[in-house]
């Protein structure tokens, strides 16, 4: 699963067109949106740098969140 911060997501028609967005590059992708923590999770076959830069592309402002590692060494 990849997490973007999408700073410009801020109502449901953006919702639409993030999902569109996506689904553009991979049909098959699955979208979740968090609005008000403008958050949205993709599970995707395409590499995050392709769902990045899709969703430059379309217009919205996205930001890869890493994954937190929960092994200190």
Wanted: with cysteine.
């Amino acid at each position: 699963m990849q997490t973007f911060h999408i700073q410009n997501m801020t109502c449901d028609g953006c919702v639409r067109g993030v999902k569109r967005a996506i689904q553009s590059v991979d049909p098959a992708a699955r979208v979740h949106a968090d609005v008000p923590a403008r958050r949205g999770q993709v599970v995707s076959d395409k590499p995050r740098e392709i769902v990045e830069a899709t969703l430059s592309k379309s217009g919205y402002q996205a930001v890869w969140i890493a994954p937190c590692s929960t092994a200190w060494r």
